[in-house]
């Protein structure tokens, strides 16, 4: 009797382990479609397509006062959108980074000629 209680109780813990599935790190990764983006002069509306597999950030590094973002945190891939006004007489610039909670970023350029 105890015999046959060793080998059921062996034949459920192999089961039991062998279906087990291997925990993996999970690797936080982020890109953009451009780093460098030239905004029409009349201004409007942008899309950047945001790729990532967590949650990230977006936020200007110069506060620039004539463009603005719609939309600034987002999670996994997604569009985000940038509002231009339309340009005065200079050609002007401002940098969008966006960042993952692993410290990784990535900064976009938008200039406006």
């Given amino acids: 009797m105890k015999t046959k209680l060793i080998i059921v109780t062996t034949l459920i813990l192999i089961v039991t ?3 087990c ?10 890109a953009v479609d451009h780093t460098i983006l030239n905004l029409p002069a009349s201004g409007g509306s942008t ?3 945001i790729y990532s597999n967590t949650t990230w950030t977006a936020s200007f590094s110069d506060n620039p006062d ?3 973002i719609t939309n600034p945190t987002g999670k996994g891939t997604q569009y985000l959108v940038v509002e231009s006004q339309p ?10 980074v966006i960042s993952i909670q692993t ?5 976009i350029q938008l200039n406006q000629n």
């Fill in 87 to 96: 340009k005065n007489t200079q050609s002007r610039s401002a940098t969008l």
């Fill in 66 to 68: 004539w463009i603005t």
């Fill in 47 to 49: 899309k950047i397509i």
């Fill in 103 to 107: 410290s990784k970023s990535v900064s």
């Fill in 17 to 19: 382990f062998s279906n």
């Fill in 21 to 30: 599935e291997k925990y993996e790190d999970f690797n936080p990764d982020l």
